[in-house]
């Protein structure tokens, strides 16, 4: 018992917990390597929402859900409109593009080591390693099964669409969900000032340029993921091998 309360704590240290960069490469590289060889996507579907309604109970627990925990976070969003779309099976331009951002975001954000305040070992210590691994896990894996080009046009909308709605959120609960109100590791007032278009733009040229990616057949061929020069009989194999 005493073990699961220093697990679930809720009073915070005073530094973040130092990891690595070797065992962040590690991991990393670890991630790439089970999305090329391991095809289980309705298990990594499973297990990253497991992850999620586990994290969203700590921060309902330490009664930060609202200001913190809500999932509107780019990554938190993904988790579950990817995850469901694996688990039903749904094919949508719409859940394309959100792996498409969650798939290069989850590594930068393990990249970047912003972690919280909590010693090993705490409830969001393993969630920020293992949510983002998910998340990676899912996304690439519906590329691989679902992958559907978006044209430009789609892409700004989704991106703008999106940010809007957590923008009012934000505005309403004075949060900084999706980081549209205040960039996160910056402290250039000027860049804080635009950080909705900061952000925005940075979607959309985070899809285009894994959109480009993707269709590069050298890495394609190495992830084993779609290539849209293949066509629906390419794609239907894939999907035939998801059930």
Known sequence: MEFLAYFFRTVEETAAP???????????LALFLISRY????KLFAYGAIFLQVV????????????MEGLPLYHCRISIWVIGLGIIFEKKSKFITWISLVAMPCS?????MRDMDMFAFP?????????GHGFIFLIAASYLDLYFEKNNFKDICIYSLSLHLGIYFVNVFLHTNYAYIMKLPLVTSPILNDFSF???TLSMVAIVTTM????????L????????????????????????
Do not use: C
């Open 38 to 41: 391991v095809k289980m996507p």
């Open 55 to 66: 994290i969203l109970s700590w921060y309902l627990y330490s009664g930060n859900l609202l």
């Open 211 to 218: 959109q480009i990616i993707l269709e590069a057949t050298p």
């Open 107 to 111: 590594i930068l954000v393990l990249m």
């Open 18 to 28: 130092k990891i690595p960069g070797l065992f962040i490469g590690l991991f990393i």
């Open 122 to 130: 705490h409830i969001t210590n393993y969630y920020y390693f293992l």
């Open 197 to 199: 278009l900061v952000i």
């Open 220 to 243: 394609t061929s190495w992830l084993n993921m779609s290539n849209p020069e293949l066509g629906e009989d390419g794609l239907e194999r894939r999907t035939k091998n998801f059930k």
